[in-house]
């Protein structure tokens, strides 16, 4: 029968709708099953990724130590090497004649700088010190017998080569640098018995001089402080 409206009602399959319910959550579960193997496959990338950045890490700080010991290893044979050669012109003294007895009466040196004798029971502080003003001479000498490389220079030697050694001293321990208004040389390294003059900071002699006697084998007490000893007025 027609409605009043003169349409024909229409009615829904309940089978229909439950299909279409069906089909919706089967729909939604492979929804979440990709959104869930999207979120795992993302996760095992990022796990895979800090894994390898890790890794590689450790790697790299591995190689970057391993070079930094091989540099070193280097540096040590080349210094060895140094060491085994002469510094051509320098002075040499016999280490067994010079005194080493610990006084506090002035002494007289037979060299200007001196490079060894008798001397006071304190030293100077020779930790990569620069003074600005003459040492006593005692007192330096008690450096040198701790193994330090005394530098000295006078009036003759130009500021750029002073400013330059001031400031290879200041970075080396076991060294110390002052001013000797009478010395012969415009520019003079000592040793423990030795003794170079050069007229340059660069001369290849000073680094070698450096290299050879700084606590080197001509050192009367290799170890022994180069701090807490008399310090600049």
């Given at each position: 029968m027609a409605s009043k409206s003169g349409r024909t009602p229409q009615h829904?399959?309940?089978?229909?709708?439950?299909?279409?319910?069906?089909?919706?959550r089967r729909a939604e579960k492979a929804r979440e099953r990709r959104n869930k193997a999207i979120a795992i496959t993302v996760s095992s990338a990022v796990v895979v990724g800090l894994v390898g950045f890790g890794a590689w890490v450790l790697i790299d700080q591995k190689q970057t130590e391993q070079r930094k010991q091989e540099a070193a290893e280097q540096l040590r044979k080349e210094a060895e090497e140094i060491r085994k050669k002469p510094v051509q012109g320098?002075?040499?003294?016999?280490?067994?004649?010079?005194?080493?007895?610990?006084?506090?009466?002035?002494?007289?040196?037979?060299?200007n700088p001196p490079v060894g004798g008798d001397h006071h029971p304190r030293w100077m502080n020779c930790n990569g010190d620069v003074y600005k003003t003459p040492l006593p001479e005692v007192n330096a000498v008690?450096?040198?017998e701790h193994g330090a490389v005394w530098v000295t220079y006078n009036e003759k030697a130009a500021p750029a080569d002073v400013d330059k050694l001031a400031a290879t001293v200041g970075k080396t321990p076991y060294?110390?640098?002052?001013?000797?208004?009478e010395q012969t040389g415009s520019i003079m390294l000592s040793a423990w018995g030795k003794q170079l003059t050069v007229d340059s900071a660069d001369d290849p002699r000073v680094k070698q001089f450096f290299t050879k006697y700084v606590q080197g084998e001509q050192t009367p007490e290799p170890g022994a402080a180069c701090t807490n000893g008399l310090a600049a007025k």
């Open positions: 829904t399959d309940p089978n229909s709708r439950q299909a279409r319910i069906a089909e919706m320098e002075q040499l003294w016999d280490a067994k004649k010079l005194g080493r007895n610990h006084v506090e009466t002035p002494v007289k040196y037979e060299m008690h450096s040198l060294t110390l640098m002052s001013p000797v208004k």
